[in-house]
């Protein structure tokens, strides 16, 4: 297994990624090097890569062999399971590494601890880099997307291997240097917020097509696929009209008379991501109510056997089991639901763009939105034909606000409200619920209103805890006697 020849670049942690993203870098002609504390996987990644057609790939069995393979000054990716693990590689690692080397940190780890490993490497001369890999399994092995940020040498060493090994778009490959600190891991996180998102928005089309519109797994494939060629054309939109045409085979019959999606156990498992990406929304005072809503969806659906006694319980209190059918002939619903589902996604987009330009002013990181569209593009699990849109909407105007008022998306929201609002309508009437997208409408609403009803709840504050408030016909701050000026205007009779 140990090799002769010096290796471009090492990579350690051989789980399904690492090892799909090593063949991928020796396949682009990079020599690696690769480390696994357990030896096993070690071995099966340099079968793996002789077997592709002999990649240079060379396996090692320590850390001190691993990190000496490779030439100077040396990069090491990353790819284990964040927090402690990290910590604990990075340790095995560090007495072999000379000042001007590179660790490359490619897991979905939380920033801040990315920002503390950047000092501590820093602190004994070597460069760190935290960098977001999307793109699962395929991605990885033919082009992911990659976000890294940290320190610009260790981005400057590697650039023509991560340019190789991106996915290629148009306008050119899925990477780009994000910015400082953990800027690369905070922006892959909202990345994973946008993705909870779309797939829950995704899933409420499915539901109201299915349960309210009564479209079975056949029709709802080719629905699916339609869409898939037009202006929801993306990575999810292609996988789930795959999903609904796998038939049920588990006892090896082949008959398909049933399908795999019908008899999947609706939990929804999740790794922290979508979490963190809340957390940060509300300690930053943005607004994230569709990735919010995906979140509190997926805890729900761990509530399995409540939601089932539930159901029980409320059908005995005399809540009427079943849905009431769609009122629309189905091509209408279908639209709808399309044009539902299309806006619905732009506010989802709009809230996790929000998010990263907060945290990048918070923190100095100067982020450039249009290019984190870009990189988008291609290789990642939230690929879609209107990120090109997106990136065009931010190079138009760096400083805008939000996209629903760019110019070209503001007048696809207006085209779609109507349908939009029909299908929300449909699904509260029919007892589905449509959280994402109801949450997007009324994120929607909010925010195209001048005037919200925040100004009583601003009267409330003062009420009871003498919190002032603002005026919006003089400047300063006042503070009012409620409960008194209220008792001397009943007491005088004065009419309301």
Not at 80 to 88: C, E, I, L, T, Y
Request: proline residues 4%; neutral net charge.
């Amino acid at each position: 297994m140990e090799a002769a020849s010096v290796s471009r670049i090492g990579l350690a942690g051989l789980a399904v990624m690492g090892q799909n993203l090593a063949l991928n870098i020796a396949e682009k002609g990079f020599p690696i090097s690769v480390y696994n504390r357990t030896a096993s996987k070690t071995e099966e990644t340099v079968r793996r890569a002789q077997a592709e057609g002999g990649l240079p790939l060379t396996g090692h069995a320590t850390p001190k062999d691993f990190v000496l393979s490779i030439k100077r000054p040396r990069a090491i990716v990353m790819l284990v399971k964040a927090g402690a693990p990290v910590d604990s590689l990075i340790s095995s690692l560090v007495p072999f590494l000379e000042p001007g080397d590179a660790i490359i940190d490619g897991g979905n780890e939380w920033y801040e601890n990315t920002e503390r490993r950047l000092e501590d490497a820093a602190s004994k001369g070597l460069l760190y880099l935290g960098m977001g890999v999307s793109g699962g399994e395929e991605g990885a092995r033919n082009g992911p997307s990659l976000m890294p940020g940290g320190h610009k040498e260790a981005y400057t060493n590697v650039e023509s291997i991560l340019s190789k090994i991106a996915a290629q778009v148009d306008d050119g490959p899925c990477v780009t240097y994000v910015g400082p600190g953990g800027a690369g891991n905070f922006v892959k996180m909202v990345h994973n917020g946008i993705e909870y998102g779309d797939m829950q928005l995704i899933s409420e089309a499915y539901d109201i097509l299915k349960h309210v519109g009564h479209l079975s797994n056949a029709e709802l494939a080719r629905v699916f696929d339609d869409w898939n060629h037009g202006e929801l054309e993306s990575f999810l939109v292609e996988i789930t009209a795959d999903i609904f045409r796998v038939p049920d085979d588990f006892n090896g019959s082949g008959s398909g008379d049933q399908h795999l999606v019908d008899k999947i156990l609706d939990k929804t498992g999740m790794k922290g991501t979508g979490k963190w990406t809340v957390q940060q929304a509300a300690e930053l005072a943005i607004a994230a109510p569709t990735i919010a809503a995906s979140l509190d969806s997926r805890y729900i659906s761990g509530l399995k056997d409540e939601r089932v006694a539930a159901e029980s319980a409320l059908e005995r209190a005399g809540l009427k089991p079943g849905l009431r059918a769609a009122w629309a002939p189905k091509r209408r619903l279908i639209d709808d639901v399309r044009q539902a589902l299309y806006a619905s996604k732009i506010c989802s987009y709009a809230q996790g763009m929000n998010l990263i330009r907060a945290k990048s002013n918070e923190k100095g990181w100067d982020l450039n939105l249009g290019e984190l569209a870009r990189i988008w593009k291609g290789g990642c699990i939230i690929r879609a034909r209107f990120l090109d849109r997106i990136k065009k909407a931010y190079e138009r105007n760096p400083n805008l606000a939000n996209l629903i008022v760019d110019e070209e998306f503001a007048r696809e929201m207006v085209q779609r409200q109507a349908a939009w609002r029909r299908v929300v309508g449909l699904a509260v009437g029919s007892g589905v619920g449509a959280p994402g997208m109801s949450a997007s409408l009324a994120y929607f609403d909010a925010y195209r209103r001048s005037r919200l009803p925040a100004n009583l709840v601003q009267a409330q504050r003062d009420y009871f805890g003498a919190h002032t408030y603002e005026r919006v016909d003089r400047p300063g701050s006042f503070h009012t006697e409620w409960a008194r000026a209220a008792r001397e205007k009943k007491s005088a009779g004065v009419p309301n």
